[in-house]
Structure formats: structure tokens, C-alpha cells
């Protein structure tokens, strides 16, 4: 079973770490030095070309959120514009209740925390942007919000799992995977389920379990040694186990929050 379940995004959270531990930037001073008010973020849809419904709401436990009294977002976008390329799909822009702005900066996601350099750059920015608009800036403390950001990212490590189930001599199939994916292997088909992105886990690992038995090959983990009915239930009794632990933390698999979180 242990060759099944697929660690790899969990060591590369586990790396980054270390090397942040090693090389990471020292501003303690700076982080100390914020102001205290907190405003909870409702923050809608940023500047996309998506439709309204594809664009993820922003959570206060992953994103560090300004608020903006005294602007409007469209006087501000054309300056945001050039943020949002800085900082790519995790920066966001809205307009919340009593026309405020919030921009916020998602800081965990699968390629680990924000650093403490960007977050800076990050606030740097808006507040010249608001600045320019006189509008006034209310902001989280950076130290407490990287902290809670690095505590969600050990949780999320130890909850970051796939599981593989390679079919040997099978021939590759146009299957419609309900909660799980399929690639062609040069002996076969592997079909892979990613647990924290995967919404109804127990449904979709069934669903993935009868879908390789019915491809007729060999069922097999990473290591090639065959999975029989009691090691696939063993793995399955797993991906309730792994739910049960992502819900503890907070997060439902498959949620807008874990798509994000997970991406």
C-alpha cells in the first residue's frame, strides 16, 4: 500500500521548508513594526476575462487581504494592471461592501508560503498605489498572517496525497473519470486520483477502483506488486481516513478552498 499512495507534492512541501528554514529572508523588524486593525475580506471576482462564476473567492486563512477606503476600483485597475502581472493569479482586487477595495495576495498554495519579501512587496505596492488616489489603507499584521499562513501549510503537507492505480496490460481507454484522471504508461494506463481536489473522495475512489478492474489488466502500485480486492479496500479505508483529516483542518476536498490551497 505504501507504494500506492503518491507522497511526492507532500516532499516538496517538506523541502521547500528546510530550504526556507536555511536561506529564508530575515525582517523581523519590519513585521513588527504593522498596524493591528484586521478587517475579515469578502472579497468577489478579480480582473479576468473569466466568467464571474470561475473566479475563486478569496479566504481570509490564505490570503493576505488591504483594505482600500476612498477609491474606486475603476480609477485603481489600470495601476493594478501591472501588480497583477507581478504577482500572477495570486493577487486579487475587488470591491466590497461600502465601496472599500480589497486586494489580497493568495500566500499558500502548493508551491509553498509566500515569502516574507513578496508579501512586503506586495503591501509596498498597494499602499503607493492607494497613495496615488489618497485613498487610506488598512492591513493585517504581516507577522501574524505569515505565521497562521506557514502553520495551514505544514497541515495541508501532511493531507497532500494521490493515489495511483496502474493497470498492466491494459490498452488505453477514453475513460470519462468521475473524480479521478487517466494517462497512458508505456505498459498500460495509470489512473490517479488527487485527494484534496477531489470532491464525494469515497464515490470517486470506487468509481476509480471498478474503472481498472473493468480495463481487464493487471492492477498494480508503484512498486508492481498486485493490489487483490483486500489491499484496494485497505487504500480505500486510507482516502477516508485522509478525509476525515483535511475536514478536521477545515477544509472539504474538492472545495473552492482546497482547489485553491491545492493548486
Known amino acids: 500500500m505504501a507504494g500506492v499512495l503518491v507522497y511526492n507534492r507532500v516532499q516538496e512541501r517538506a523541502t521547500r521548508r528546510e530550504a526556507e ?6 525582517h523581523a523588524d519590519v513585521l513588527l513594526t504593522d498596524p493591528v486593525e484586521r478587517r475579515e475580506p469578502t472579497l468577489e471576482p ?13 479566504d481570509p ?3 493576505y487581504v488591504l483594505e482600500l477606503q476612498g477609491a474606486s476600483a475603476g480609477a485603481v485597475r489600470p495601476d493594478w494592471i501591472s501588480l497583477q502581472r ?3 493569479r495570486r493577487a486579487l482586487l475587488s470591491e ?6 480589497h486586494a489580497a495576495l493568495q500566500m499558500v498554495s502548493r508551491e509553498g508560503v509566500v515569502s516574507e519579501s513578496d508579501l512586503l512587496e506586495f503591501r509596498s505596492q498597494v499602499e503607493t498605489m492607494a497613495a496615488a488616489h489618497r485613498a ?9 498572517a ?7 501549510d505544514r497541515a495541508c503537507a501532511d493531507v497532500d496525497v494521490q493515489i495511483a492505480l496502474h493497470v498492466l496490460g491494459a490498452d488505453e481507454a477514453n475513460l470519462e473519470g468521475e473524480g479521478f484522471a487517466v494517462a497512458p504508461r508505456a505498459d498500460g494506463v495509470t489512473l490517479l486520483l488527487d485527494l484534496p481536489r477531489t470532491p464525494n473522495l469515497a464515490k470517486s475512489y470506487a468509481a476509480m477502483v471498478k474503472a481498472a478492474r473493468e480495463l481487464g489488466g493487471r492492477v498494480v502500485d508503484d512498486n508492481g506488486n498486485q493490489l487483490d480486492d483486500r489491499a484496494l479496500a485497505a487504500i480505500g479505508a486510507e482516502v477516508e481516513a485522509l478525509r476525515t483529516r483535511l475536514s478536521e483542518i477545515g477544509i472539504e476536498p474538492g472545495s473552492p478552498l482546497a482547489q485553491r490551497l491545492f493548486s
Do not use: N, T, Y
Open 61 to 63: 486563512r490564505i490570503d
Open 136 to 144: 487610506s489603507v488598512s492591513a493585517p499584521p504581516m507577522r501574524e
Open 96 to 101: 466590497g461592501a461600502g465601496k472599500r477595495l
Open 86 to 88: 507581478r504577482f500572477g
Open 21 to 26: 528554514k536555511a536561506f529564508g529572508s530575515k
Open 146 to 152: 505569515l505565521e497562521a499562513a506557514q502553520g495551514l
Open 46 to 58: 478579480a480582473p479576468s476575462a473569466k466568467p464571474r462564476s470561475a473566479i475563486p473567492a478569496s
